[in-house]
């Protein structure tokens, strides 16, 4: 079973950047679906980006779109996601998932890991 944690959360003021990380441990098969989900205070979680693990086939939030960027780096079995811009509204906790469906669905993911936060704010 396949282990994800991320990093790379903090505080920033609105126009900043971040760059959030997922490590996984152990083989991510080709066929994975990687993706970051967010969730805010009292809100439901929501999709962000997701990419598949082999190849640049990439899928974004319209709230996100043209300001965060997925990546991977397959030799060290890590997901990015690069954050640029910030907006209060983007406030929240940010997972790392896996799953084998292009999805946007949070079911259709079976591992996540545990978050880290994001806070915007002046």
């Known amino acids: 079973q396949v282990q994800l944690l991320e990093s790379g959360g903090g505080l920033v003021q609105p126009g900043a950047s971040l760059r959030l990380s997922c490590t996984a441990s152990g083989r991510i098969y080709s066929s994975a679906v990687m993706a970051w989900f967010r969730q805010a205070p009292g809100k439901e979680r929501e999709f962000v980006a997701l990419r598949r693990w082999s190849r640049d086939s990439l899928k974004y939030a319209d709230s996100v779109k043209d300001r965060f960027t997925i990546s991977a780096d397959k030799a060290s079995n890590t997901l990015y996601l690069d954050m640029n811009n910030l907006k209060a509204e983007d406030t929240g906790v940010y997972y790392c998932?896996?799953?084998?469906?292009?999805?946007?669905?949070?079911?259709?993911?079976?591992?996540w890991g545990p978050g880290t936060q994001v806070t915007v704010s002046s």
């Open positions: 998932a896996r799953g084998i469906q292009y999805s946007t669905v949070t079911s259709d993911y079976t591992s």
